[in-house]
């Protein structure tokens, strides 16, 4: 059994609203004013996904410029994605699917990591890698708020982020759950927004959740 530590997350979400930004860098130079102004709306857990070619930049300018970011890695699919961004600066990595290889590397590296699960045989292969943080993804794909309700039967000692849909309008139905420790999504850190630079607007979504 891998086993990891779920304390950092419970500390970190103790000091940041439950919603955790789905961050997709296309220029290097946005990364550092929207770490800000999310920051400044008191979201200070940030995953930046590993979609585009400068989402490590990214990072480790966010790690360091912006110290009261709580920065992260998303959408890891191989065990170097980890290393990389471990390397960056990353505080956590996030994953849209599960694979011992994943979870080994975090466990080396010490870095707090939720794998991706849809259905409940992915979540029984999580809890015998011994994780119980868990991304739900995609959540509304895989039955949203109604499936999450669903699996705290048999799984009564999970915890969840779903992401993958969540959005502005639904996001209160999963945190209303017990089961539900964050949300994940990308409605705070819009393309429309970013290609603008309008950190003030990215600033207020970021209050208002």
């Known amino acids: 059994m891998i086993g990891m530590n779920k304390m950092s997350f419970d500390v970190w979400l103790e000091q940041s609203k439950p919603v955790i930004p789905v961050i997709v860098i296309e220029d290097l130079e946005h990364a550092v004013p929207l770490a800000k102004a999310l920051v400044a709306g008191g979201v200070r857990l940030l995953e930046v996904t590993m979609r585009t070619p400068v989402a490590l930049a990214a990072i480790e300018r966010i790690a360091k410029e912006v110290p009261d970011a709580i920065v992260g890695v998303g959408t890891v699919t191989q065990a170097m994605h980890i290393q990389q961004a471990y390397d960056a600066?990353?505080?956590?990595?996030?994953?849209?699917?599960?694979?011992?290889?994943?979870?080994?590397?975090?466990?080396?590296?010490?870095?707090?990591?939720?794998?991706?699960?849809m259905t409940p045989s992915d979540v029984i292969k999580g809890i015998e890698l011994g994780l119980n943080d868990f991304k739900f993804y995609p959540a509304e794909l895989a039955g949203g708020p109604v499936m999450l309700s669903a699996m705290a039967g048999p799984f009564d000692q999970v915890r969840f982020c779903p992401t993958g849909g969540v959005s502005q309008e639904n996001f209160k139905s999963y945190l209303a759950l017990k089961n539900v420790m964050a949300v994940g999504g990308s409605w705070l850190s819009p393309k429309n927004l970013l290609a603008k630079q309008d950190w003030a607007s990215i600033e207020t979504l970021a209050k208002q959740c």
């Open 89 to 117: 600066g990353a505080t956590f990595a996030l994953s849209p699917g599960i694979s011992e290889s994943l979870a080994q590397k975090a466990n080396d590296l010490s870095l707090p990591f939720m794998p991706g699960v």
